[in-house]
């Protein structure tokens, strides 16, 4: 009885493991986005002047880092994956 716990158990925990990496890794046939593009889609989200663009590594993922000046005055961070 505890042998068929402990294998549904591990059968579970292998099942959630592989759902997860699954989850974090990029779309087949995904491409790069150019930081120009992505330096467009934020100003899409958030209308205003670009004050820096920076380009983070998040383990195997590339990320955008960019902060807008709004018209208001407010300073927006937005992220924009690189594979999309």
Known sequence: MRTMRALRGASL????????IVAFAPPAGAREVSVQEAVAEAQNQAAGKVLSVQTLNVGKRKIYRIKILTPDGQVR???????Q
């Open 13 to 20: 925990l292998a099942s959630f493991l592989m759902s997860s």
């Open 77 to 83: 961070v937005i992220q924009v994956p690189a594979e």
